[in-house]
């Protein structure tokens, strides 16, 4: 618990570095990149799905992958009057484009990706009840994202997840490219998404600590359960 408060506080801190250095300065942070060689298997006719959970450096991830490719990235926009702008200048500055988190939206990357475009999502946010299904996430039923789940049987990406993980004693940040599991290709939505929790859980397993537990990832329960947050 002390180790995870202590990654969230630099995550924290972290965020003036990525919003506001210049791009150069803030990507030699990077000291390695591992699984880079996923990238070259995706179809000459194939989108190409990020998937990028609340682990490690997020925003890194982001910064990274928009200096590779042209891509647009899924998000929620905050509830506080300004800050939308100014998120959407320091994330795009480097060339993505930032969709809401609307149906308008969703129909957009849906599109990119049949275009054999690229787009990220963050796997593990809390949609609302319509747009999610509960499975076992660390073995406690969780609301999970089925977006994710539908654009891979819609539209046949090429899924990744990516990771910047939070090297020792301020050394910097090794980004991690790997495999999602076979199931979140399954034409069973319930089979896919559960292989999207178990994704997601494996990259976290590497770095625990470096994981947002603090965000309320258990705020809806399936009904007749009590609820998990004061």
């Avoid at 298997?41 to 200096?67: C, D, K, T």
């Avoid at 993505?96 to 054999?116: C, D, H, K, Y």
Wanted: with cysteine; glycine share 10%.
């Amino acid at each position: 618990c002390r180790r995870s408060l202590e990654e969230t506080g630099k995550t924290l801190l972290e965020m003036g570095m990525v919003w506001e250095w210049p791009v150069a300065r803030t990507l030699g942070l990077i000291r390695s990149v591992e699984g880079e060689e996923l990238l070259s298997r995706r179809g000459s006719s194939q989108g190409l799905l990020f998937l990028s959970p609340h682990l490690g450096n997020w925003e890194l991830v982001g910064l990274y992958l928009a200096s590779r490719f042209p891509m647009a990235a899924l998000y929620a926009p905050p509830k506080l009057d300004g800050l939308d702008d100014y998120m959407r200048r320091v994330r795009e500055r480097n060339g993505s484009t930032l969709v809401p988190a609307t149906q308008r939206g969703v129909i957009q990357l849906f599109s990119i990706l049949r275009g054999n475009g690229v787009v990220g999502v963050l796997p593990d946010q809390e949609p609302e009840l319509s747009g999610g299904v509960f499975v076992p996430f660390f073995g406690v039923p969780a609301n999970t994202m089925k977006l994710v789940s539908k654009m891979v049987q819609k539209t046949a990406p090429r899924v990744i997840v990516c990771v910047a993980y939070r090297l020792p004693e301020s050394a910097g940040f090794k980004v991690v490219f790997s495999e999602v599991d076979s199931d979140l290709y399954s034409p069973d939505t319930a089979v896919s998404v559960e292989g999207l929790n178990r994704t997601v859980e494996r990259v976290i397993m590497l770095h625990p600590e470096q994981y947002q537990w603090v965000y309320k990832r258990f705020k809806r329960r399936p009904e007749g359960l009590p609820g998990l947050y004061p």
